[in-house]
């Protein structure tokens, strides 16, 4: 049984005190297989909000408006540096919908696109020590899943003993699920101006969603200014 340390940065909280992030441990998932029907309703969603973005622009979106002022408070431009989950809307806008990829990652991308804000999924059996959400320094840097070495100066990120490995921007080559992966951590960038009861509420309905399809068990926490940390083992789980 893995048992995940996960703790956020209490300055963290000095520039953005209302942040909040949607921590999920799952275990005993299975990513290597998809419903044959679920490919189908999150196309279906994508050509759904496709329509929807015609005519409303994609700041329109609660989820998205916030972490645009989130970057912005961390010293980050959001029109050169977009957050993954705007990214994602912004293709959807142009008529381009989200590539599968494996079946813990397409989820990833649904759940960022139908909440609109920054998710990440990643491999724990791949993630070395306990994990920190900080903000990142000039030194910060990792090859992301964009094919890039990435400079983290000013981004939120999450890192573990080994340095950084996941940012709300674009996440890095060394813990992404695969379909291997059986234990894994999900980071969900809240919005802000969600209650700790209403963050609660969506954590824990995304990660029924998200074991509804995988299976496993899973157990959430929200990190806050008022609990900045948690130890997660989903032993008991949900």
């Known amino acids: 049984m893995i048992t995940l340390r996960i703790q956020a940065d209490e300055t963290l909280f000095e520039t953005v005190p209302d942040l909040k992030f949607g921590i999920l441990h799952y275990n005993r998932i299975s990513l290597a297989d998809a419903p044959g029907m679920l490919s189908g309703r999150i196309n279906l969603f994508y050509e759904e909000l496709k329509l929807d973005l ?6 329109d979106f609660p989820g998205i408006a916030e972490w645009r002022k989130v970057w912005k408070a961390f010293g980050k431009d959001p029109g050169r540096y977009r957050p993954s989950a705007e990214a994602l809307m912004r293709r959807l806008k142009k008529g381009e919908t989200p590539s599968p990829i494996n079946l813990g990652a397409d989820l990833n991308n649904f759940i960022s696109v139908r909440e609109a804000v920054p998710c990440g999924l990643y491999d724990l059996d791949k993630i070395t020590g306990p994990v920190e959400i900080r903000s990142g320094g000039e030194e910060d840097e990792y090859e992301g899943l964009n094919g890039r070495m990435n400079n983290l100066e000013n981004l939120l990120l999450t890192a573990d003993s080994v340095g950084p490995f996941g940012s709300p921007f674009v996440d890095s080559r060394r813990t992404p699920a695969s379909t291997d992966t059986a234990h ?8 802000p101006s969600l209650s700790v009861d209403e963050a609660a509420e969506m954590t824990r309905g995304i990660g029924k969603l998200f074991t509804s399809v995988t299976g496993g068990r899973f157990e959430p926490a929200v990190l806050h200014a008022g609990r900045p940390a948690a130890d997660l083992s989903a032993a008991e789980g949900k």
């Open 54 to 59: 015609a005519d409303k622009p994609v700041t």
């Open 184 to 191: 894994a951590l999900h980071v969900i960038y809240l919005c």
